[in-house]
T-cell receptor, first 113, second 113 residues
Framework: AQSVAQPEDQVNVAEGNPLTVKCTYSVSGNPYLFWYVQYPNRGLQFLLKYITGDNLVKGSYGFEAEFNKSQTSFHLKKPSALVSDSALYFCAVRDGGTDKLIFGTGTRLQVFP | NAGVTQTPKFQVLKTGQSMTLQCAQD?????MSWYRQDPGMGLRLIHYSVGAGITDQGEVPNGYNVSRSTTEDFPLRLLSAAPSQTSVYFC????????????FGQGTRLTVV
């Protein structure tokens, strides 16, 4: 069965510093991986996805993610964090047989001024 | 574009009551799904549908029913509400296919007392 794991419940970073939110995956077949962000009292918003091709994927709001097949990871990154980036971030994978979107448990990102 | 619309935004039920959470999308998406979000558990899939007339169970289907009579609508029914169903519920839609991102509604916060 497809699954993703987010090993950190919370990540704290100072504004202006680079940030990384970690995600590892377990899939049979080709991985189709996604990152979503949830701001307080809002629904989830799509940030970026990896289907195939370049291992570095660029997305919304200056975020990017690095796909690493050998480490089965898909970490979310941003070169310079903003206080407004503080939110809950979810990694997800599509199940190949059913198209179900399966989520990790989420990582809360806190960016301090 | 309205996208994915969920109603109501908030609801309080008494144990044993029934209700229907509404979800509608105007993007002609084939795939629709319902998730519940609980602290520390991420988003868990309740039911999903790959098209009108076709539904299937997700990870946590017990206590919930769904139907899909049209492409646009995918209501979630709680037959006899229990306190364990207190949660935030999200509806999502997407085109069919592993590489497609999902669009989410704003959520329904349900409290069962």
């Amino acid at each position: 069965a497809q699954s993703v794991a987010q090993p950190e419940d919370q990540v704290n970073v100072a504004e202006g510093n680079p940030l990384t939110v970690k995600c590892t995956y377990s899939v049979s077949g080709n991985p189709y991986l996604f990152w979503y962000v949830q701001y307080p009292n809002r629904g989830l918003q799509f940030l970026l996805k990896y289907i195939t091709g370049d291992n570095l994927v660029k997305g919304s709001y200056g975020f990017e993610a690095e796909f690493n097949k050998s480490q089965t990871s898909f970490h979310l990154k941003k070169p310079s964090a903003l206080v407004s980036d503080s939110a809950l971030y979810f990694c997800a994978v599509r199940d190949g047989g059913t198209d179900k979107l399966i989520f990790g448990t989420g990582t809360r990102l806190q960016v301090f001024p | 574009n309205a996208g994915v619309t969920q109603t109501p935004k908030f609801q309080v039920l008494k144990t044993g009551q029934s209700m229907t959470l509404q979800c509608a999308q105007d993007m002609n998406h084939e795939y629709m799904s319902w998730y519940r979000q609980d602290p520390g558990m991420g988003l868990r899939l309740i039911h999903y549908s790959v098209g009108a007339g076709i539904t299937d169970q997700g990870e946590v289907p017990n206590g919930y029913n769904v139907s899909r009579s049209t492409t646009e609508d995918f209501p979630l029914r709680l037959l006899s509400a229990a306190p364990s169903q207190t949660s935030v519920y999200f509806c999502a839609s997407s085109r069919q296919g592993q590489g497609t991102e999902a669009f989410f509604g704003q959520g329904t916060r349900l409290t069962v007392v």
